[in-house]
């Protein structure tokens, strides 16, 4: 199982980014995905989740609203949509899998939301 998330930069508050992860080595398609993030000094926490059709989707409330789960099973790629960013979304995006009862995770991708 690889994960490996890109898309990740500074932006402005106010501005957007798109963050993917692209996966391999499972069935893609059969298996629910989920974004987390972790800030400096604090602990990871789960920004998003989605089924595995992309037809049920989970937001934290801090991001409801302003961010967008979504998947493309046809290139095995999850995507989350951020748009109204600010300072306090600062964080390294991580998406992970839950396959045969273990977790996976990607490398992380970098977001600064700073002026």
């Known amino acids: 199982v690889q994960l490996a998330e890109s898309g990740g930069g500074l932006v402005q508050p106010g501005g957007s980014l798109r963050l993917s992860c692209a996966a391999s080595g499972f069935a893609f398609s059969t298996y629910g995905m989920t974004w987390y993030r972790q800030a400096p000094g604090k602990e990871r926490e789960l920004v998003a989740v989605i089924s595995s059709s992309g037809g049920t989707t989970t937001y934290a409330d801090s991001v409801k609203g302003r961010f967008t789960i979504s998947r493309d099973n046809a290139k095995n790629t999850v995507y989350l949509q951020m748009n109204a960013l600010k300072p306090e979304d600062t964080a390294v995006y991580y998406c992970?899998?839950?396959?045969?009862?273990?977790?996976?995770w990607g490398q992380g991708t970098q977001v600064t939301v700073s002026s």
């Open positions: 992970k899998v839950l396959f045969r009862n273990r977790n996976y």
